[in-house]
Every structure is written in C-alpha cells, then in structure tokens.
C-alpha cells in the first residue's frame, strides 16, 4: 500500500492508461508490473515527509526529446502554435492552468465561476508548453472553437464522424453537443448520416 498526499493520484492510477494525463502516464506503465494500491492521506498525517517527488527526474543515458512523446496525432504543428498563442490570449484557460499547476479546491463552491464545467475533469487535466490537456485532447481556446468546427464541418460527413476525428484531439465544453446541433441543421449531413438496414417483407 502507498500512501500519498496527493488526493487526484489517487483516482488517476485506477483509470486506464488512455485516459491519464500523459504527463503522468509513465507512472501507471512503470507501477503496471506490481500489485499496489494508493490511498490519500493530509499532509499533516505523514510522518515522514516525501522528500524524493519534487526532486528534479534526470533524463536518461542515451534518450533524446524524440522519446518523449509530442504534439497531438491530426494537429499540424502551425494550429499548435496558434492554439498556443490564442491560449495565452484566453482568460479563463490562464485562470485554469493556475488552478492545475497549484491546487484544486476541495469543493465546486470554492471554484471560480469560470471554471465550474472542468472541476469534474480535474483529474485528467495538464498543461504541457502552456497548453491545457484533456488526457490526449487539446482544451481549444474559445476564440478558436468556431474555426475548429468549421474545419470539422468541412467534409459534411455526419456526426458520427466528426465524433471519430474529435475524440482523440480536440476537446472543449458543450463540444459534442455543439457538434451534434450542427449535423443535426445540415442537410448534406444528414444524407451522409448511416441509416436503418430495411427488413424484408414477410
């Protein structure tokens, strides 16, 4: 049994490996090999206080920054630039990547308003270059979320797809709905939409 002060490692370790932030996903894949269980305990309880967790990780003999995994499949990296850009400009996601680098509050009442939509995604939020992650997904910037639909818009190919293209790249609050609403008003979409095989006559 490991016990930690870190409360969100807690919840983080149970889920799969997809859906861990990648910062920390080497941790469960290096854990994977043992039988253990974290459970959360004040920081006030430990008695002997963890000394190792914010020493500096040392790059291994021989790895290179293309060991490390980067950027997100299906982004070129000039929107990445954009979305980094448009990131800094984005209020709300600033607030957010300050309430992921120091701590979240132990209630929703004690969140900014703002932020109330991604408190129940706590645990899968990151920020990697100044950009926030959703496990893998990139957390697009409000400016930017019409361009994105567009583009995903582009190829009227229905819901169901834009869904595939979406679930492991871009990601933001009311996206599937948003999605959803703009299959659902076009007509090209809905010719695309996979329907009913007919029964035969009996």
Known sequence: ??????KPLETIIKKPLSQAPRRLQNLPMRGARYNFQINWACGKSLVIADTLSPAFIKRLEGET?????????????????????ETQKDS?????????????????????????????????????????????RILIPESLRKEIKQKLHAAHLG???????????????????EVKTIANTCERCQEAKPRNCRMPLI
């Open 1 to 6: 049994m490991v016990i930690s002060d870190h």
């Open 92 to 136: 709300t996601l600033q607030l957010l990547i300050k309430t992921i680098r120091e701590r979240w509050p132990c209630n929703k009442q004690n969140l900014a308003q703002e932020l109330a939509p991604f408190f129940e995604l706590r645990d899968t939020l990151s920020v990697d270059d100044d950009i926030v992650l959703k496990g893998k």
């Open 65 to 85: 920054d293309a060991d490390i995994p980067q950027g997100v499949p299906g982004i070129p990296d000039v929107m990445m630039e954009k979305i980094k850009i």
């Open 159 to 177: 819901y169901d797809s834009m869904m595939r293209r979406i679930r492991d790249t871009v990601y933001w609050p009311g996206i599937h709905f």
